[in-house]
């Protein structure tokens, strides 16, 4: 009978990290490959603009019908999606550029409105046992505020 073979957790991780990575490039692939070949056939005119917004509301409405979402999403959100879509088809590097820092001002305005909110942490049970070693002999548990 043959030994079960032994594979440390170190292994285990980087074995998972790797295939994480193989995955991810190949995302990355992919959608360079469906960029370039949609920027192929909008330039040809066999996509437009109003097929681009189309095809986003039609997303919409299967996702609805398969229960993935509540409802339709604001008809300014939608032309907000297809004209981002549109910005990456035409190429318009400045008017990405503007997203992407409209996007980044508003995840830092989130970041400060959140580090605003209270918050609740929980110590771990090693924390408070040194917590109770430190207490004296009444024991008892601990409440830091």
Known sequence: MAMPMQISLEEVLSMLLARVDSLAINDE????????????????????DQDILDSVREEHRMLKE????NGDPPEDMVKAMAEGILQWVKGDVEALKRS?????????????QEAK????????????????????????????I
């Open 66 to 69: 398969l229960g993935l979402i």
């Open 29 to 48: 692939n992919n959608k360079t490959k469906f960029n370039i070949v949609l920027r192929v056939l909008y330039k040809k005119g066999i996509v437009t």
């Open 100 to 112: 992407l820092k409209e996007y980044e001002r508003k995840l830092q305005e989130y970041a400060a």
């Open 117 to 144: 909110k209270p918050s609740i942490a929980v110590a771990s049970s090693n924390v408070l046992q040194q917590l109770d070693k430190m207490g004296g002999p009444k024991g008892g548990g601990k409440l830091i």
